[in-house]
């Protein structure tokens, strides 16, 4: 509990850096945030109009102080853009990008692990080459091409599933966590739920290729050097059937070690969300950022960052906690 | 002697390695009597791991392993047929355990039971002070010899006839070193089991075992009674290699030594292996690979210069 705590706090002051970092960059750009927001077509009275209602004519120190203010009350500020508060808008397109990239690095941990096992468990023979080859194309094959192939297959050639976008313009349910695959199930209708899932199928399959490939090199890399210890030899001397040998003995030695890196494709999926997003017109929190990066939209930009930071640091503090829990050894202190 | 529990004869391990084709046992013969302990010594290289791990299964897929091994009288497989009969106690029993599992929990797997009361005494049987609470820690928590005492757990409760040792005590400190040993030879007495002791320290084996087999390049140099053996060793490299052992008999004295190393795995070998570091060297040892010989009912020697006193 206390350790917990204390990286709470040390958390704490990572996300304060980043914080500052970003602000810092935004006020260097050589633009004013106050003609920004006024528009191109503002008169000088006006620009300074907005310059006074942002507050943006005191110091630079006393904004900073300000705008920490505002963060900890949940204000993340004002879109250039859009004159939305961002963290509405962020709370609609967060839970877009968080269900695709945790569904992604689901199935990828789902199929991943088990093969990286099979194919340690067989090493240089020919299904381990089957299965590394398999690795190697699903870390190489580019996003936004494997994505067109399979719209181009299942979505105009087939007709099995939807092109693009997160449900059918049909389809209609109260979104009350954002999570669409929960919303659906709770209107309780089962064509909704489907409509739900069958948008999902592609992005997902997309987002869960280069973890997928990532999972299963790392997994029999690690349980290649496990595998090579006394204690599996001498589990198998004493007559443990193989099955719980390379799932349950070894698989819990291996998986330690590979679970920091594994954790964090899922934080690195958020972050780089917004090819999948683009191409399948998922509305998340990479297509939010990346329209705020062409607009110049710096309240955006820097709130967006620090939210890709905590979920970082989150996914960072969790993977201790299941790395203290895999292995014993491991004191939280 | 009565009918062997284990009998080998001719037992060639090779492997196949990218510098060459490595010879690491060279056609062992032995035999091991039922209750007994053998312990088998020599240098780093000889062949003592390579054979038992050949017996166990536990050769590499590209390793040749032939050789004629009979277990009980009965003809068995040469590479594994081992395993059903007998268990295996480590080295470093650190590594033999896996850490991420409590004791309990890879007991029970070997136990094939799950029975709290049962996984207890076979700790208790091992001398773990309040086995309850030792299923549930983790080997980490372990000191040396309680992990050696684990380990030791692990084989008894795959019921075995023969137990292979190899090296138990070299990673512990002496004290250590000497109530493993005990508790060995207690559990031995106890269940009648039989024991081959690989190491290669001769006080150790002079202590615990009741016949010694020693090895040299991957073959039988001399086998029989403790006592015959390391009071009257028979074969020079037996008598050079407890030379070379100190004792607080020798304290001042200068220890001797073998000039020359063990020839290479890769080496092709004529004659007697022993010939180019032998003080005893005739021209007829580098002619023919000299076969055991006994000396008496309770001791052999391959040696071209022991005459056959059987």
């Known amino acids: ?333 | 002697m009565t009918a062997p529990l284990l009998s080998v004869r001719d037992l060639r391990v090779t492997f196949q390695t990218p510098t060459g084709v490595v010879r690491a046992v060279r056609g062992i013969d032995l035999d091991v009597a039922p209750g007994e302990i053998l312990g088998v010594v020599g240098e780093s290289g000889c062949g003592k791991s390579a054979t038992f791990r050949a017996l166990l299964g536990l050769s590499p897929a590209s390793a040749s392993v032939v050789g004629d091994v009979r277990w009980d009288g009965t003809p068995t497989d040469t590479s594994g047929g081992l395993q059903p009969h007998a268990a295996m106690i480590y080295q470093n029993p650190g590594a033999a355990l896996n850490p991420v599992f409590t004791i309990g929990q890879q007991l029970a797997l070997v136990a094939g039971t799950d029975d709290p009361v049962r996984l207890s005494e076979l700790l208790d049987q091992v001398g773990l002070p309040d086995p309850p609470k030792a299923l549930q820690a983790y080997p980490h928590e372990f000191s040396g010899g309680m992990r050696q005492r684990a380990v030791i757990a692990f084989a008894l409760a795959q019921k075995p006839r023969l137990l292979i040792a190899d090296e138990p005590t070299t990673a512990l400190d002496v004290t250590t070193q000497a109530q493993i040993l005990d508790l060995l030879a207690s559990i031995r007495e106890e269940r009648n089991l039989t024991v081959v002791f690989v190491s290669h320290d001769l006080a150790v084996i002079s202590r615990i075992a009741d016949r010694v087999a020693v090895l040299y390049a991957g073959r039988v140099a001399e086998i029989g009674a403790v006592d015959d053996v390391l009071q009257r060793p028979t074969h020079p490299y037996a008598a050079a290699l407890i030379r070379s052992t100190p004792s607080p008999a020798m304290v001042g004295e200068d220890l001797a030594t073998i000039p020359g190393l063990v020839p290479d795995g890769r080496a092709e070998i004529f004659g007697c292996a022993f010939a180019d570091r032998c003080d005893h060297v005739i021209d007829a040892c580098r002619a023919e690979t000299p076969p055991l010989r006994a000396t008496s009912p309770t001791h052999a020697a391959a040696c071209i210069r022991v005459e056959d006193g059987a």
């Open chain 1, 1 to 333: 509990m206390r350790y917990l705590l204390r990286r709470l706090l040390t958390s704490l002051g990572v996300v304060l850096g980043v914080v500052t970092i970003t602000f810092v960059v935004a006020r260097l750009v050589p633009s004013d945030p106050a003609a920004l927001y006024a528009g191109p077509r503002a008169r000088p009275a006006q620009v300074e109009q907005v310059r006074q209602d942002l507050n943006l004519d005191a110091s630079i120190p006393a904004q900073y102080v300000s705008y920490l203010g505002d963060l900890f009350t949940g204000d993340l500020g004002i879109s250039f853009a859009n004159r939305r508060p961002i963290a509405e808008d962020l709370l609609n397109f967060l839970p877009a990008t968080l269900e695709l990239a945790l569904l992604a690095t689901g199935l990828s941990m789902a199929i991943g692990i088990p093969l990286g096992v099979w194919a340690a468990a067989r090493q240089d023979r020919r299904r381990d080459n089957g299965i590394r080859l398999v690795a190697v194309t699903s870390v190489s094959v580019p996003v936004f091409w494997s994505a067109l192939i399979l719209q181009l297959f299942f979505a105009n050639r087939l007709g099995l599933l939807p092109l693009s976008g997160r449900t059918s313009s049909d389809v209609e349910f109260a979104e009350r966590t954002g999570f669409f695959l929960i919303d659906s199930v709770l209107s309780g209708s089962p064509s909704n739920v489907g409509d739900v899932l069958t948008h999902l199928v592609m992005p997902v399959i997309v987002m869960a290729a280069y973890p997928l490939g990532l999972t299963i090199r790392l997994i029999r890399g690690s349980m290649l050097e496990v595998l090579g210890e006394p204690f599996i030899e001498a589990a198998r001397l004493g007559g443990v059937p193989e099955r719980t040998v390379l799932f349950r003995l070894a698989l819990k030695n291996a998986l330690a070690p590979a679970l920091t890196i594994l954790g964090l494709t899922f934080a690195y999926s958020v972050s780089s969300a917004f090819l999948v997003e683009a191409v399948f017109n998922w509305p998340g929190i990479g297509r939010y950022l990346t329209d705020a990066i062409i607009r110049v939209d710096f309240p955006v930009i820097t709130a967006a960052t620090l939210v890709i930071t905590v979920i970082y640091v989150l996914v960072n503090l969790l993977l201790d906690l299941l790395q203290a829990r895999l292995d014993p050894r491991v004191e939280l202190e």
